[in-house]
């Protein structure tokens, strides 16, 4: 069977596993979003993996337990445009700097890099020394056009420092300063699964990896 799991969650708190392992997983239905921007690779997934959405409000999850017989890292491209800030928006952001900026002041709030922490959006990833910018860079999905690329290993981030460069999680960037050129991101992986229980060369349907 395929599993899709997603990059940022699994950046964010999945822990690493290998070609081979065996391992437990969150699993529902697979989103619409996986066939609109995936085409045919995305609709031939069985499942979505999901390790946070498990509250009360979301939908429900199944355990699915096996092998894995191997992983690809799934390429999307996107094309970019910037898009200015409304005035609103602009006020928002040169408040929450100044307030980090006074938080650094005292001492509190700074990563390694001299960046603010706390929340998503510019402040969390832009040194404190960069005032906010007048827009934001969006990045807007080219349907179907997909790649996937076989890896042994995953999630990408947290591995040896070995790991090639093509094989790191997409990292935030000033908008100004960004090409408008196509893109792609990291967005994903597709898992073959093996499950626990079935018979001995049993096909699990996934797609070439």
Known sequence: MRVHLSEWEWACCGDPFEVGDEVEFSVRPPSAWLGENYGPLGEGVDWEESHHATGPDDEPTETIRGTVRAIAAIRLQY???????????????????????????????????????????????????????????????????????????????????????????????????????????????????????APAGTPTGAVSL
């Open 79 to 197: 094309t970019r445009r910037r898009e200015p800030w409304t005035p609103k928006q602009i006020a928002e952001n040169q408040a929450r700097w100044e307030e980090a900026v006074a938080a650094a002041a005292g001492g509190d709030g700074l990563g390694e890099d001299g960046s603010g922490e706390g929340g998503f959006g510019w402040f969390a990833y832009s040194p404190l020394s960069a005032q906010p910018k007048p827009c934001t860079l969006v990045d807007e999905p080219v349907l179907g056009a997909v790649r996937t690329e076989p890896i042994d290993r995953a999630p990408f981030r947290g591995q040896d420092e070995d790991v090639p460069p093509t094989q790191t999680s997409d990292a935030m960037t000033d908008a100004e300063d960004e090409s408008l050129d196509p893109v792609e991101h990291l967005t994903g992986y597709l898992v073959e699964l093996e499950p626990f229980g």
